[in-house]
């Protein structure tokens, strides 16, 4: 089999991808519209050296990859919308103990079990503010399979990085629409591999006590090293602190290495943006209805462009602010009530110009959608 | 004993106010530093005629006063930050389902099991996105405990007038701190009872069909009328669909019953307002130390205000703006990496002017803090 | 019959009004949906006085009234899209001879014979530059009847102040809807008579040669006074003239005498205008629909308003500026493709913030129709 | 007679160019200053095996075209002011039954029967709006008989291409200066034959039924196929029909078919345009003295250019904003009381930068004229 050239669903592109990129460990518990996911990495997994639980349920699946991630494996589990908001005290966990993983949530309609079937964004802000108190988050989507192998690749660089849980939010179109996939060679991705520890066995290791470049090197869990992780507020030996320097030091640790770096985790795709009047900003599906209009509209002489987002948080509001803050107008195309749209309007001078053209009933916003709002939204009526 | 004036820790006056109210039904895991509320009601509720259960988890506690809830009682749980994160995903199905009730988080400090006696208002986000998919949220809060009985009073009104759960979002040092409690009358604060359908036995109930007002008359779940309650997206006999127009339509019923109310649900303290050439904005706790500050300046002939929340979602933007669009500075006192000002600087045109006193150490921020940094926001350095 | 209060149909009001004004001459051929201004004039009128004449074709009916009202005769014609495109011919000679008439055009759907029974409001635009070359114009509408029966003796007044055709354009929904109407006392609204020349019998009366305020009395033709009258460039005289001083001269009087009194000939009814943060501007039926949305949206404490025009040419540029230039955005709600959107685009410094509410499919525009288009254009999405 | 180069009247030029573009069918009623175009068919058409009709008035004259074209025969007619009004009804008709025609307007001076023999521009806003309700129009005009020529060829290929009416707006200047033409060669300018549709007889030809590149394919009436034309709304068969979303989708072809393509059917001249501070915007006969005022004051060093609009509908607000958004100021010349400066003026960001350099006397307007009034908009004073 000529594994280069492949036609596959998302979910089965996120596998593939997956594996380039290292997985060697992944717990789940099947849920729509995520389900290929595991069916699939059951198989794989193992025949490339891995280990696949399916667990009992959702906390223990997000439990299970936060040990396993300790013990040195690449750890991955895939989910969706109410799954998602089971996990998000784990992820609480993931977030303080800074334990790198990659959670790929496949969004499906409405709160609670909502549309199982039906394709939403609603989980943006979600990814974002889920889980209690302060604290970053890195969520990377995609809108085709290239970048989709591209961004799950990422997630897992850049959750080995920063030592963070990402969030890989794709939705069920993504997921589930058959594309055409050109496996990279290995190497033509970079892989971020595992930071460990150079301190020989003994007690000099400081598991949370930063390198001079800010990063935390890690000892596989059960190894030669015997150190505290722990939810509560921590010193550097991962041991318990109620000491407000401490407190506060942690919580700016775990804030800045992440939003001081928005640019080095911002991935945007840009179309027609040099000359665009009017610019639709989307992610996900939602980016490739709005790339056809786009595409349409330029074929008529109209000056629209299309910023796709690759990276929904930390939310890379220069880069929208450097695109968007001379424009007419900016569109933001999502399937939801209108979450990204408020990112967008406090990254731009002038919020009264970013409108909204959505769908929230499960059903996939088109072309047609959009230009039926764009056309409203610059007051050419219906 | 003379019950009118009682001297109380917050958590205490939150059991006397939610008794006042009506409550009916109480299940919930004890959580420092939420413990006393189900301490003092496994006690007081049973007294009143209420059934207390200590539920085996959070996410037990949660499903248990959805389904009481139902079957018509007044029901609340209470908890704090990884309590709350794993109730989420039943908050969701209380959403979808339409079901009154009454979440206290008692907040405490950092992500994951952080400072469990350190005092934050790191939820403020989570409390309105905790849940997966598109909602809407009512989250309530209060400094003194006179405001936070009529806050649990007006969270359980709120709760039955919409149909939804509503939070009461409280921090470690309101719901520990003692103070004197005048209990009002019976009647003095009008109480929302349960609206039951008039509809008699028989086929006739629509679950899920408004009246002419917007409300939704309920039945006790396992009396007369037999009906469905799903998490699924559902018709008006609560049967799911996926019908695109059906799912539209709930959404909006969703979202527009309490995004379409603001100014019902708005309950704010001001102080020295009319005149004030830079404003204060806070709440919970912090909006003591906050009031400290303007009550000295103001002696001083400083013209300094201060703008308390108590209703924190759906934020009182229009208010807000209609304050503090015209003074010189606002400064957002709150203890987490900055939340609420978020949302401050999306409701003013000049988001430049809004700045940030806060802590997040666990610490409680003083008036020396807010001075400090009030100086250093108006230009005046240290 | 105690005429006083009166249940008509719009078109019948319209009747009412231009009988309370004096009118003494109809001309007309039927054509739905303004055929009920004939069929009830044929009865009427007579009865009043006055004389109807069915003519044989609507260029036929036009050219009745200029003769009639050169006579002495107050006098109208009414039609609909196609009469009313037939008629424009004729239209400018009235202008150019500077001959008082009111001309009703109950406006359909469509180009061409369209809708003959769908609503419209598409011939705004070509009731000001329907006919050819230079001129000015004026146009009244209405929404409701008694404005209408105001309007229509407005009509009246106004070309016999201006000796210039007055168009009365409504549209389906008002001339069919049945609304209550009091009929006003005799005196109640003023009349403005045919001002007559003082001039004696013989040669010293020049029709067209100003008085000092810029009126031109009229002789009735055919009476004591032999003058010309003519559709080419004329003198005082009446007697053509290629002169260009002459030319340039009839022209500026043509065009200054309305553009010169555009605030005598405005007429506006203000709705919750003093504090609105967004405006709708609407006019004829569908500012019914819009008065709705206002009245229920201000119940819920939001700040919109309404601007109902009863001119709409010449454009009131100055009044809608005034009231509409600092607010934040203007929804201009018309049934047509947007026409009169243009104008408030052009009134406005901001034309971006000008957005339109429509429909052009023969279909009322309901007040959801006009909240569905203001949540875009609010950037609130479906 | 070598027929290459001739010295004609603009009138003539016209005759030529159409019958370069294969005029099948002219009907018409003379009338100054369009007299020489049916004066010369009436002798030409036959020759080159045309059918010439003078009809007995202005609407049968109209009525005539539209009926030959859509037996497959490329027509025209001509007129000027009076005519042209008189004609409007059976211009909706055209674009509503969507058949390719083209109408000459020699323009005239003023309203009514005005200043047969003098110059004007004051039908400019007519051609767009004469007609009732909600359309969309193409209107071409030019300043030399080489552009007339070529434009008079592109009225053909645009309205056999959008099957839609096209107005040839010239004026008296324009129609009877005398002026070198060069005949371009068979083929040098590409002409648009008739889309005939492709289906066979029988009843699978859909009239209105627009094929993937939104073209409609037509059949000769009278020939194999049986369908219906009408001024109603109608469905693809041709049928009457007052279902709104057919009403809807008709209203929308018949806009967009113009509306959307405004890049390819705009033709413009530009002089010196690159580097100017100061723009003159002309069309017609005035631009020949705003191109002499322009290359005066070039040779003079002034930074001066000439806008050359030859497509006047749909209004080609884009390249007017690309070319003028940003310089200093724009003298729109033109022989009325303003008609193109209301377009020009909505397409710039700053409208009071706008100015207007006109006669309306019927005189024409001399580069004298102009340059004063240049002087006086710069603010140089008399």
Redesign the interface.
């Known amino acids: 089999m000529n594994k280069k050239t492949l036609f596959l669903q998302g979910n089965e592109t996120c596998v593939e991808a997956a594996l380039y990129a290292g997985l060697g460990f992944f717990a789940g518990y099947p849920i729509t519209p995520s389900s290929e996911i595991p069916e699939l990495l059951a198989r794989r997994l193992p025949q490339e050296g891995g280990k696949f639980i399916q667990m009992e349920d959702e906390?223990a699946s997000m439990c299970a990859i936060v040990g396993a991630s300790l013990t040195g494996l690449k750890s991955m589990t895939a989910t969706s919308?109410?799954g998602?908001?089971?996990k998000?005290?784990a992820i609480?966990?993931a977030?303080?103990?800074e334990v790198p993983c990659v959670i790929v949530n496949v969004?499906r309609?409405?709160?609670?079990?909502?549309?199982?079937?039906?394709v939403?964004q609603?989980?943006v802000?979600?990814s974002?503010?889920?889980?209690?108190?302060?604290?970053a988050m890195v969520t990377l989507t995609a809108s085709n399979h290239q970048d989709l192998f591209a961004m799950t690749v990422e997630a897992f660089n850049i959750s080995e990085t920063y030592r963070t849980p990402v969030i890989l939010l794709l939705d069920e179109v993504v997921g589930h629409m058959r594309e055409k996939l050109v496996i990279p060679e290995a190497g033509e991705i970079p892989l971020v591999e595992r930071l460990r520890t150079s301190v020989e066995g003994g007690t000099d290791y400081h598991p949370y006590l930063p390198r001079e470049d800010g990063r935390l090197p890690m000892s596989d869990f059960g190894g030669v090293h015997r150190y505290n992780v722990?939810?509560?507020?921590h010193d550097m030996w991962g041991f318990p602190s109620?000491n407000?320097?401490i407190?506060?030091g942690l919580?700016r640790q775990?804030?800045d290495k992440i939003e001081g770096h928005v640019s080095a985790v911002t991935h945007l795709n840009e179309f027609f943006l040099d000359d665009a009047d009017n610019v639709l900003i989307s992610y996900g599906s939602s980016a490739r209805s709005a790339l056809h209009v786009v595409e349409n509209r330029r074929a008529?002489?109209e000056r629209l462009g299309l910023l796709e987002l690759k990276t929904l948080w930390p939310f890379p509001a220069d880069a929208v602010r450097e695109r968007c803050n001379h424009v007419?107008?900016v569109l933001v195309v999502e399937m939801?009530?209108?979450?990204v749209?408020?990112e967008v309007?406090?990254a731009l001078d002038d919020?009264?110009?970013?409108?909204?053209?959505?769908?929230?009933?499960?059903?996939f916003i088109t072309p047609t959608d959009i230009r039926n709002?764009l056309r409203?939204?610059q007051?050419?009526?219906?």
């Open positions: 906390i919308g109410p998602f908001s089971l998000q005290e609480g966990y977030i303080m103990a969004q309609g409405g709160p609670s079990t909502g549309l199982p079937t039906g939403s609603g989980d802000m979600q974002r503010w889920g889980t209690h108190g302060d604290h722990t939810g509560l507020m109620t407000p320097k407190a506060h919580m775990l804030i008529r002489g007419k107008s939801n009530m209108g979450q749209i408020l309007k406090k919020p009264d110009k970013v409108f909204l053209a959505n769908r929230m009933d499960g059903v709002i409203l939204t007051g050419k009526g219906v």
